[in-house]
């Protein structure tokens, strides 16, 4: 395996495309947005993520997620303040994640590239199987949610937090 290298038990090529994807973190009611990636060759499909899609040339970010938005979830947002950056070398590219909040203005929410979606509060977001690109930005919304995100009953389901994510991107 020349020219590759683990990389968070991930086996990445040193010389992978690189590519600008960006994410939404939509809001709504103290809770936020998260999609099961679908498709049947998609590396991290099952996987959970923050909607949004590549940046074309030419393109901002936030004109490239109002688009992937409205396509892959057919509702429109208006993109706000930038949440954080991640990069993750998945063996296919490296990815750079830029995320922003965002807000659900219009549309019905219909689902094109994902196969589930959850609106979960905050805290709960380390308890499913994200990409590894995007669980930095759980992270940072945790941080910024402080933990908390107000008073819930839990249902007595376990808050352990989800710490093996299966999903590598390796098919």
């Not at 936020?32 to 940046?55: N, T, Y």
């Not at 063996?91 to 994902?114: D, E, F, K, N, Q």
């Amino acid at each position: 395996m020349k020219n590759k290298k683990i990389v968070a038990g991930c086996v990445a090529a040193e010389r992978a495309e690189s590519v600008v994807v960006v994410a939404a973190v939509i809001e709504h009611e103290g809770k936020v947005l998260i999609a099961r990636r679908a498709g049947l060759s998609d590396p991290l499909r099952g996987c959970w993520e923050f909607p949004g899609g590549k940046v074309e040339q030419g393109e901002i970010p936030q004109d490239s997620l109002r688009r992937e938005i409205r396509e892959e979830l057919g509702i429109e947002v208006e993109v706000g303040d930038f949440v954080e950056e991640s990069v993750y070398p998945y063996p296919h590219a490296t990815v750079h994640l830029l995320a922003y909040r965002c807000r659900w203005i219009g549309g019905t929410l219909s689902l094109s590239a994902h196969s589930a979606v959850m609106w979960l509060f905050p805290q709960d977001l380390l308890h499913y199987d994200l990409s590894p690109a995007d669980r930095p930005i759980a992270e940072k919304i945790l941080a910024f949610d402080g933990g908390e995100g107000g008073a819930r009953d839990n249902g007595g389901r376990d808050e352990t937090p989800f710490l093996g994510c299966t999903c590598t991107g390796v098919s």
